[in-house]
C-alpha cells in the first residue's frame, strides 16, 4: 500500500490552503511526500509533511481568500483619488469660508512670526562667516579691569608691544591690528572733501577677514615700511559709486586728508567687520603720527588661530605675554581676552535674538493651541459626516487620507502665506533695530528655513487631522454620534478647558515679559544723563594734522570753526568738547591719572577731555564747586583741570580736592572745579573718572565736537552750519552733525526696540488667548443650548441663565491668569538671564496683567453670554 | 521606483530560483530547488504566497497544464518568470553585488 501524509495535516492542509490553489499545493507537497516516502522511509517523510504544513500554515492564512479581496490587497496607486481629495478639500473651505480662513490666518502668523525669527537667528547667530577660516579668526583683548566701560585699551608703547606680541605669540597664523579710533579720512574728490570711513591696519589684516583683491594687489608687507606706505587700497562698493568702476584706477594718485596716496588696487568687501569702509590704508610709523611716537591706544589686535589651538591656549599665552611686556602695575592688571570674530560681531545682538525666540516659541504655543481649539469643535461637528461615510461603504484607509489631505491643505496655505508674513516681518526687524544690524546680508529665508517650515506645517496639518483620525474607530463614532444629540462629553469639554487655561497663563507670562521690558525702558528714559540736552545741537569737525603740522595753527583753525557757529542766526552759545557722551560706538581715550602730591597713590582709570570754556553751561553740567575753564588757562598759564564727583571720591577720598593736582600723561594740572557726573558711555551703564582740560594745554586732538545751543530749530542751524563753516575755512571737514536730544533718545533705543517686539508679541498672544476664550464659552453655549432652554423654561432668568455662563468662562479666566502668573514669576528670572538689568516683576505688575486677563475674560464672554440669556426656551427645547 | 517595487529577500530567492529552472516551473520544484540552493528549510505555503505576490506584481504569470496520463502527470500550475520579473532579479543582483561587494558569505 502507498504510504499517505498524515490525515489529519492534510486536514489541515484542506481547509487552510485558498482554495484556487489548494489542489496544487496538495499535489505538490503529496508528490514529494511519496518521493521522499520512497527514499528516506514513511516517517521521516510523514515527519517531513507534517513539518511543512505546520509552517506553511501562517502563509496560507494570510493569503487573500477571494478573487475581490485579492484585487484590493493590490495597494492602489498612491494619487488616483487624491485629486478628487484636494477638490473636496477646497470645496469644504468654501463651504465654510471663517473657520478655514481663521486656522490659516493663525497658522500663518504663528509660522511666519516663528520663521522669521528663526532665520534671522540663523543668519546671524548660527551660520558662519562666509569666508574660510572664519571660525578661527578671534579678537585678542587686553581689558583694564579699573576701566569701566566698553574702551579696552591702554595707552604708551603698544606700538611697541604689539610688534613684541606678534613676534612671540605662537597661537596664531596671522596676527594683525585695526586702528579703531578716528577712522573716517578726508577724500578730496573732484575739488570736493568729504569724510569716509576707512580701515586703518597692519600687515595681512586683509587676509584675516578673507577679503581679496579684485584689481590690481592687497596691501603687502612693503607698504608697511613708512617710505612704502604712501598707498591705498579701495573697497569694492566704494570704487564703484565713487569712481564709477573705472578699470584704469590702479596706479592713480588721489589725495586722502591731504595726503597723497597711490591706489595699488580694488578689494573685495568685507561687510561684517570693520563695517562698510571706503578703504584700506597700511598703518606704518610715519614721523609725525602718533604711532611714531609709540602711542596706539587705538589698536584693536586680531588673529587666525593655528589648527589645533583653543581660543583658551591662545587666551593663557596672551596673558602671560602681556606680563611680560608691561611696565606698571597697572600695565600689568591688564586681563587678556580671545573672543571669536562671529561674537564680537554679534555679541550685542545675541541675547536679544535669543529673548525673541523663546518669546515667539510661546507665541507659537498659543497660536498652537487655538488652531486646536479650532480643529477639536470641527472635529466634533463632523461625526456624523463621517460615521455615515463608513457606514456607506468608504474604506477606513482613504478616509483617513482624506481627512490629513484637508488638513495638510490648510496647513500649506498657512504656510506659504507664513513665509510671506516671515519675509516682511524680517524685513521690518533689520529695518527698525536700532544701529547696525550686523550680519543683515546673510540672514534670508533660506533653505534650512524652508525645510523647518515645512517640517512645522506637516507636523501641523497631520495634528489637525488627529483629532478626527481618532474618531474613525468604529466605536468613538458611535458614541460621537449619541453624543451629537445633546450635552458634550465631559472628556472633550475637559480638553478644551484645559487648552484654553494653557494658552491663557502662555499669553499672561507674555504680557508680564513685555512688561518688564517695557518699564525698563521707561526706566531708562527717567535716568538723568547728567546734561541738558534741550535745544542743544553738535557738529563735528576735524583738520588734518598733515597740513597744519603746528599745533597752534591747528587749534586756531578749530577754534575759528567754533566762532564761526557761534556767530550764526539763532545760537545763544557755543563750545567745544573732544569726545560727546553717548557714543553709538567704542570712541575716547581712557588714559590714567594719578596724584603726584602722594606718592602711595595708585593709578586711576579716567576718560581724558578737551574742552573749551562755556562747554559747561552749553550742556548744563552742574558746576559743583570751583570755576569753568576760562580763555586764559592757556600755554602760558598753569596747566588746571576739571574733575568730575566719581573721580573726586575715588582719588581724593579723604581731603578736599580743589587746589590739589592730578598728573595726567606727564602733565600735572591744577584742580579748579568739580562738575556733576554725566552719564557718557550710556544711560544704564556706570559713571567713569573724567578729567577736562583746554586743548591748548593738552595735546592737539584734529577734531573737536562743536556744541550749541538755540532756540531756533536745531536742524535749522546744522544746515546753516555746514555752508557757513566750509566758506570761513574749506580745509575743514565736517563729518556728522546733529541734536543732542536724538542722541539720548538713540542711547534708548535698543531698549526700546526690544520692548516694543515683545510687546507686539505679547498683544498677539493675548488677542489669541482671548479668542480662544471666546470660542469655547461660545462652543459651550451653542451645546447647552437646549439645557439652558430647559432652564428658562423652568423658570431660570435671563440674568441667572448669563451669570453662569459668565461664571464658567471666568472659571476658565482665572485658573489661566494664575497659572500665568507663577510663570511669569518664574520666568521673571529667566529674563535676566538675557537682559541683566531688566525691571522686576513686582506685585504692582502683576496686578495690572490680572486686571488686564479679567478684562480680557468678561469681554470675551460677554457675547456668548448674552447669546445665552436671550434663547428661546420654546425653539430651544424642540431643537434636537 | 516606488518602495513597492523593492523585492523582499524569499521574492529574489523565488524568483532567481525560477530563473534557474529555465524561467518555467511549480510549486513542488520550486521548493525543493531553492532549499537545496539556499540551504534553509522553504514550506510550500511561503512559495505559494510568494508567487501569488509575485504575480500581482507583475513578475510572474501562471498557467495550468493539463494533466498528463503518466506517473505524477496531475495537472499542476505552473510560474513563467515574465520580462519584468527578470528585469527586477537583475536589479536586484546587481544592487546586492553591489552592496554586498566584500562581505565574506558564513562557512557552511
Known amino acids: 500500500m502507498t504510504a499517505q501524509p498524515p490525515r489529519w495535516a492534510r486536514a489541515l492542509l484542506d481547509r487552510f490552503a485558498p482554495p484556487d490553489d489548494r489542489e496544487f499545493i496538495v499535489g505538490d507537497l503529496d508528490d514529494e511526500f511519496h518521493h521522499r516516502a520512497g527514499s528516506i522511509g514513511r516517517w ?95 579678537r585678542i583683548e587686553n581689558r583694564q579691569p579699573l576701566l569701566a566701560n566698553e574702551s579696552s585699551y591702554l595707552p604708551s608703547d603698544n606700538w611697541v608691544e604689539f610688534l613684541s606680541w606678534r613676534e612671540r605669540a605662537k597661537s596664531y597664523e596671522v596676527f594683525a591690528g585695526l586702528w579703531e579710533g578716528g577712522t573716517t579720512r578726508a577724500f578730496t574728490l573732484a575739488d570736493e572733501t568729504s569724510s569716509f570711513p576707512v580701515a586703518i591696519v597692519t600687515e595681512r589684516f586683509d587676509q584675516l577677514l578673507g577679503v581679496r583683491p579684485l584689481l590690481g594687489r592687497s596691501l603687502q608687507s612693503e607698504d608697511f615700511a613708512v617710505e612704502g606706505s604712501r598707498v591705498i587700497a579701495l573697497t569694492e562698493r566704494f570704487w564703484l559709486t565713487r569712481f564709477g568702476g573705472d578699470s584704469s584706477i590702479v596706479g592713480r594718485v588721489i589725495t586722502v586728508a591731504d595726503t597723497m596716496r597711490v591706489v595699488i588696487g580694488v578689494l573685495s568687501d568685507a561687510n561684517d567687520y570693520p563695517g562698510p569702509v571706503a578703504a584700506w590704508i597700511p598703518l606704518a610709523p610715519v614721523p609725525g603720527t602718533s604711532v611714531a611716537r609709540g602711542r596706539t591706544q587705538m589698536l584693536a589686535l586680531f ?192 480638553v478644551r478647558g484645559a487648552l484654553v487655561v494653557g494658552q491663557l497663563a502662555f499669553a499672561v507670562a507674555l504680557v508680564a515679559g513685555g512688561g518688564q521690558l517695557a518699564r525698563t525702558f521707561v526706566n531708562l528714559l527717567r535716568v538723568n544723563p547728567g546734561f541738558d540736552s534741550r535745544g542743544v545741537g553738535y557738529v563735528n569737525v576735524s583738520a588734518s594734522p598733515a597740513r597744519y603740522p603746528d ?36 570712541v575716547g581715550w581712557g588714559t590714567q591719572a594719578t596724584r603726584p602730591d602722594d606718592v602711595t597713590s595708585q593709578e586711576f582709570a579716567i576718560q581724558f577731555r578737551q574742552m573749551s570754556p562755556g562747554y559747561l553751561s552749553v550742556m548744563g553740567i552742574p558746576l559743583l564747586r570751583g570755576r569753568d575753564l576760562a580763555a586764559t588757562d592757556d600755554g602760558s598759564s598753569e596747566p588746571v583741570a576739571i574733575i568730575n564727583e566719581t573721580l573726586a571720591k575715588a582719588a581724593f577720598p579723604s581731603v578736599d580736592p580743589m587746589g590739589h593736582q592730578i598728573a595726567v600723561q606727564t602733565t600735572a594740572y591744577r584742580i579748579v572745579g568739580i562738575v556733576g557726573d554725566m552719564r557718557y558711555w550710556g544711560l544704564g551703564k556706570p559713571v567713569v573718572g573724567e578729567v577736562f582740560v583746554t586743548p591748548v594745554q593738552s595735546s592737539a586732538l584734529q577734531f ?90 423652568l423658570g431660570a432668568t435671563q440674568h441667572r441663565v448669563r451669570a453662569s455662563v459668565l461664571r464658567d468662562t471666568l472659571m476658565l479666566g482665572v485658573s489661566g491668569t494664575a497659572i500665568g502668573l507663577g510663570l511669569a514669576w518664574a520666568g521673571s528670572q529667566g529674563l535676566r538671564a538675557f537682559v541683566p538689568d531688566v525691571a522686576a516683576f513686582d506685585v504692582a505688575m502683576g496686578g495690572m496683567v490680572a486686571a488686564l486677563f479679567l478684562f480680557v475674560s468678561l469681554a470675551s464672554a460677554a457675547v456668548p453670554a448674552s447669546a445665552a440669556s436671550s434663547v428661546d426656551p420654546i425653539v430651544a427645547i424642540r431643537r434636537d | 521606483m516606488g518602495k513597492g517595487e523593492h523585492l523582499a529577500e524569499f521574492e529574489i530567492g523565488v524568483l532567481a530560483t525560477l530563473a534557474r529552472l529555465g524561467g518555467d516551473s511549480y510549486g513542488g520544484e520550486l521548493r525543493q530547488e531553492l532549499e537545496r540552493y539556499g540551504r534553509r528549510l522553504v514550506t510550500i505555503g511561503s512559495i505559494y504566497a510568494t508567487l501569488r505576490r509575485l504575480e500581482a506584481k507583475g513578475h510572474v504569470r501562471f498557467y495550468i497544464e493539463g494533466a498528463r496520463p503518466v506517473q505524477g502527470g496531475r495537472s499542476r500550475k505552473r510560474a513563467v518568470l515574465t520580462a519584468s520579473g527578470r528585469a527586477a532579479l537583475r536589479r536586484a543582483a546587481s544592487f546586492f553585488q553591489r552592496i554586498l561587494a566584500g562581505i565574506a558569505p558564513q562557512r557552511p
Open chain 1, 44 to 138: 521521516r517523510a510523514s515527519w517531513w509533511y507534517t513539518w511543512q504544513v505546520t509552517l506553511s500554515l501562517p502563509a496560507l492564512m494570510r493569503a487573500p481568500r477571494t478573487y475581490a479581496e485579492r484585487q484590493r490587497r493590490i495597494p492602489p496607486p498612491m494619487f488616483s483619488g487624491l485629486r478628487s481629495d484636494i477638490g473636496d478639500a477646497i470645496r469644504r473651505a468654501r463651504r465654510a469660508p471663517l473657520s478655514a480662513a481663521t486656522v490659516v490666518l493663525i497658522s500663518a502668523l504663528g509660522i511666519g512670526a516663528s520663521t522669521a525669527v528663526y532665520s534671522v537667528v540663523h543668519g546671524v547667530l548660527l551660520a558662519p562667516l562666509p569666508f574660510p577660516g572664519s571660525e578661527r579668526v578671534v
Open chain 1, 303 to 494: 588673529g587666525r588661530l593655528r589648527p589645533g589651538t583653543t581660543p583658551e591656549q591662545a587666551r593663557s599665552e596672551m596673558q602671560s605675554l602681556i606680563g611680560e611686556t608691561s611696565q606698571s602695575e597697572l600695565q600689568k592688571s591688564r586681563v587678556a581676552r580671545v573672543i571669536p570674530l562671529s561674537e564680537v560681531l554679534t555679541g550685542s545682538v545675541r541675547p536679544v535674538l535669543l529673548l525673541l525666540s523663546a518669546v515667539v516659541g510661546v507665541t507659537l504655543l498659543v497660536a498652537a493651541g487655538n488652531i486646536a481649539l479650532l480643529l477639536l469643535t470641527q472635529a466634533e461637528s463632523r461625526t456624523r459626516e463621517l460615521a455615515i461615510r463608513l457606514s456607506l461603504g468608504s474604506e477606513l484607509p482613504r478616509l483617513a487620507r482624506k481627512l490629513v489631505v484637508e488638513s495638510l491643505m490648510l496647513a500649506a496655505a498657512g504656510g506659504v502665506l507664513g513665509i510671506v508674513i516671515a519675509r516682511w516681518l524680517t524685513r521690518m526687524m533689520i529695518a527698525f533695530y536700532p544701529g547696525r544690524f550686523v550680519r543683515a546680508q546673510d540672514v534670508n529665508i533660506g533653505l534650512p528655513v524652508v525645510l523647518l517650515v515645512a517640517g512645522i506645517t506637516i507636523v501641523v496639518g497631520l495634528a489637525g487631522a488627529w483629532p478626527l483620525l481618532r474618531r474613525l474607530r468604529k466605536a468613538d463614532l458611535v458614541t460621537g454620534l449619541r453624543e451629537g444629540a445633546g450635552g458634550e462629553s465631559p472628556r472633550a469639554a475637559r
Open chain 1, 551 to 586: 599745533r597752534n595753527v591747528l587749534l586756531g583753525h578749530l577754534d575759528r570753526a567754533e566762532d564761526v557757529v557761534r556767530a550764526l542766526p539763532g545760537v545763544t552759545s557755543a563750545a567745544s568738547v573732544s569726545y560727546l557722551p553717548l557714543p553709538s560706538r567704542v
Open chain 1, 704 to 793: 573737536r565736537s562743536i556744541v550749541f545751543k538755540s532756540s531756533a530749530d536745531l536742524n535749522a542751524v546744522i544746515a546753516a552750519a555746514r555752508p557757513a563753516i566750509r566758506a570761513a575755512d574749506p580745509t575743514l571737514v565736517i563729518s556728522s552733525a546733529g541734536t543732542l536730544a536724538d542722541r539720548v533718545e538713540a542711547a534708548s533705543a535698543p531698549e526700546r526696540f526690544r520692548a516694543m517686539l515683545v510687546g507686539s508679541l505679547a498683544l498677539l498672544a493675548v488677542v489669541l488667548a482671548g479668542l480662544g476664550l471666546f470660542a469655547v464659552s461660545a462652543h459651550a453655549v451653542a451645546k447647552r443650548v437646549r439645557e439652558i432652554g430647559i432652564r428658562m423654561a
